[in-house]
């Protein structure tokens, strides 16, 4: 496929950009609330089951560390997300300086912890206890932050927190016979936590992608959308996703159909808004499900008309015949809508066959993919011609002569003078 054009990128790179956002404040936030939670349990020991708090530390008084430590790391999580709500409202980037601050000072709230409580309870209970476990809880959220380096770094700062305790802090024995006083015991569990760091940064890792195909697709398909029109079939989005949209113009052999709702606009003065939608947004959803099931799009909308085209963006030798089957579908369809509607409508079809220059057009911001050429406006003054003759379908010479014995229906109008061409051309009636 194509490369996208710059406006593309530039959204795709925003969409990422917000993408990262959300994940890191449902990381931020996930933080608050499991750390309000423990702080909870803590509350709720101290109050309801006091007995089972003696057994777990030495002192009554030692229950106040979770929360010197938790809410100040809770009023930090806070600044956290206010800082990522207005990135978010901004819709600009973390800074990386900043990300990486932010993983030391959090990854860092377990060590603070495990200091204190080896000071209070002894470094065997202390390191043994629940605590080294709460690095996981901040390796594993991670993940969310969709950036390798970053997951890496928080297993890094775990893993040297865990290693720094049991080497160096004051009240670690030395030369003791306890197994899980000894460094190489430390520096095990420090390597596995600087593994999980690795493996939760190749999960983020894989997240990342995931976001950017999904993205990529979806702005892919926006612009296929922007570029041809809502009103394409899901075949010619898959196709042109495949195949690519292109940027430059180029010749093409297309049938050029314009209809034309035949006293719309009179008829719509004495009617409310929202009916005269309602009415126009019922007949178009009839015709131009007609449209793409013969192969065409619906190029643009013209007040109560349309523009559509067969063999463009995608060549179709069978362009002439697929667009009169779908002309006279549309007539056959209007008429079964008609029936029984306080609003029959009366619709004028005008179809012309002949190279045109296709394309896509308009700002760097906002292209347009249209159709430009002497074809496209014959087959406008054909279908003008309707009301002339009282007609619903005409069509050209050269699409009668193209699509044989499909039009064997079809009437000679002779020569007509035609607003613009100086001779005379030949027009057909088939309805």
């Not at 990342?208 to 612009?223: L, M």
């Not at 509607?341 to 308009?362: F, T, Y």
């Not at 003054?381 to 699409?399: C, F, M, V, Y």
Request: aromatic letters at 8%; charged letters at 20%; a neutral charge.
């Amino acid at each position: 496929m194509s490369s996208p054009p710059a406006a593309l990128s530039d959204d795709y790179r925003r969409a990422l950009n917000r993408e990262v956002l959300r994940t890191e404040r449902l990381r931020v936030m996930s933080l608050i609330v499991t750390v309000v939670l423990l702080l909870g349990v803590a509350a709720a020991l101290f109050i309801f089951r006091p007995d089972f708090l003696d057994r777990m530390i030495r002192h009554r008084d030692d229950v106040w560390i979770p929360f010197a430590v938790g809410i100040p790391f809770i009023l930090f999580e806070c600044g956290v997300l206010l800082l990522l709500r207005r990135d978010l409202a901004l819709d600009r980037q973390i800074p990386p300086i900043r990300r990486y601050i932010g993983t030391l000072i959090e990854t860092s709230l377990p060590t603070i912890g495990i200091a204190i409580q080896m000071h209070r309870i002894g470094p065997l209970e202390a390191l043994g206890f629940m605590l080294p476990l709460t690095y996981f809880l901040f390796i594993v959220l991670s993940t969310l932050r969709l950036d390798f380096w970053l997951s890496a770094f928080t297993g890094l700062v775990a893993a040297s927190g865990l290693a720094g305790l049991a080497l160096f802090h004051p009240d670690m024995p030395t030369g003791s016979d306890q197994p899980m006083l000894a460094p190489g015991y430390h520096l095990g569990r420090s390597l596995i936590l600087l593994s999980a760091g690795v493996l939760a940064g190749a999960v983020g890792s894989q997240l990342r992608r995931q976001f950017e195909a999904s993205i990529k697709a979806a702005r892919a398909r926006d612009h296929v959308t922007n570029l041809f029109g809502q009103h394409v079939s899901p075949q010619v989005v898959e196709r042109l996703l495949a195949v690519g949209t292109g940027t430059a113009s180029e010749t093409r052999h297309v049938a050029v159909m314009f209809v034309d709702i035949r006293g719309f606009t009179a008829a719509a003065k004495s009617r409310a808004p929202q009916d005269v939608v309602a009415r126009l947004d019922r007949a178009f959803a009839v015709m131009v499900d007609i449209v793409d099931r013969n192969g065409g799009i619906v190029n643009k909308f013209l007040g109560d008309g349309f523009l559509a085209l067969f063999g463009a963006p995608f060549d179709d030798p069978n362009a002439a015949n697929r667009a009169l089957t779908a002309a006279r579908e549309m007539l056959a369809a209007t008429e079964t809508d008609n029936s029984g509607s306080d609003w029959p409508l009366r619709i004028g079809i005008g179809l012309h066959l002949g190279d045109v220059v296709a394309g896509n057009v308009g700002s760097p911001r906002r292209k347009e993919y249209t159709v430009i050429g002497d074809t496209v406006n014959f087959a406008s003054r054909i279908e003008a011609l309707n009301k002339d003759h009282g007609s619903q379908l005409l069509i050209s010479d050269a699409l009668y002569r193209a699509v044989g014995a499909d039009a064997a229906d079809a009437i000679t109008l002779g020569g007509i003078a035609v607003r613009g061409y100086e001779e005379a051309v030949t027009v057909w009636r088939v309805a």
